[in-house]
């Protein structure tokens, strides 16, 4: 079965300061897609970036960052110089053959940024 | 560009009763998921439309239905609301033909369900 799994609840940092949030997925299929959405406190789901299988190129937007790896079914997810701005709650999300039209999410990371 | 809008914002029922609740994709968006939210955790997907029908379902009850229309809008109906209906619900607007995958859902703000 298809499982997203965010081991971290909440991360505080200091503006400035680098973080990652981890993600970890589980399924079965060859094809799928992954994706990262953040959650402001206005509760509107902003898609940032959606990776297929095949693609295992890390890529790089800005203060964000991809890491996609196969080996360890993990898309983790970099910002660099963290903002207050970045304050939000982090979903990363699973699509595959099973699941095909719908998004399997995570639990979430709740991200801090304190000034 | 209008993006995903939902309405409405908020919404309080007393158990027993029905819910509708309204949502008007993305411009030029053809498809339109509803998820549920409980406090706390990630989205949950109910059920997806595409060409005014239900194209893929959740493991959600019959209580849940919903309806698309011909400008592809969508409404989400929850009958016979319990307290454990109480929750946000998103609507995602995508583009249908995507090879059988989901493209990229744009999502709107939410209606915030609260069952008393």
């Known amino acids: 079965a298809q499982k997203v799994t965010q081991a971290q609840t909440e991360i505080s940092v200091v503006e400035k300061e680098d973080v990652t949030l981890d993600c970890v997925y589980e399924?079965?299929?060859?094809?799928?897609?992954l994706f990262w959405y953040k959650q402001p406190p206005s509760g509107e789901l902003v898609f940032l970036i959606r990776?297929?299988?095949?693609?295992?190129q890390n890529e790089i937007s800005g203060r964000y960052s991809w890491n996609f790896q196969k080996s360890t079914s993990s898309f983790n997810f970099t910002i660099t110089a963290s903002q207050v701005v970045d304050s939000a709650v982090y979903f990363c999300?699973?699509?595959?053959?099973?699941?095909?039209?719908?998004?399997?999410f995570g639990s979430g990371t709740r991200l801090l940024v304190r000034p | 560009d209008a993006g995903v809008t939902q309405s409405p914002t908020h919404l309080i029922k007393t158990r027993g009763q029905q819910v509708t609740l309204r949502c008007s994709p993305k411009?030029?968006?053809?498809?339109v998921s509803w998820y549920q939210q409980a406090l706390g955790q990630g989205p949950q997907f109910i059920f997806q439309y595409y060409e005014e029908e239900e194209r893929q379902r959740g493991n959600f009850p019959d209580r849940f239905s919903g309806h698309q229309f011909p400008n592809y809008s969508s409404e989400l109906n929850v009958n016979a609301l319990l307290l454990g209906d109480s929750a946000l619900y998103l609507c995602?607007?995508?583009?249908?033909?995507?090879?059988?995958?989901?493209?990229?859902?744009?999502f709107g703000p939410g209606t915030r369900l609260t069952v008393t």
């Open positions: 990776r297929n299988s095949f693609d295992e």
């Open positions: 411009s030029g968006h053809d498809t």
């Open positions: 999300a699973l699509s595959d053959t099973d699941s095909s039209y719908k998004l399997i």
């Open positions: 995602a607007s995508s583009l249908g033909g995507t090879g059988g995958f989901v493209g990229e859902q744009y």
């Open positions: 399924t079965r299929d060859t094809t799928y897609y």
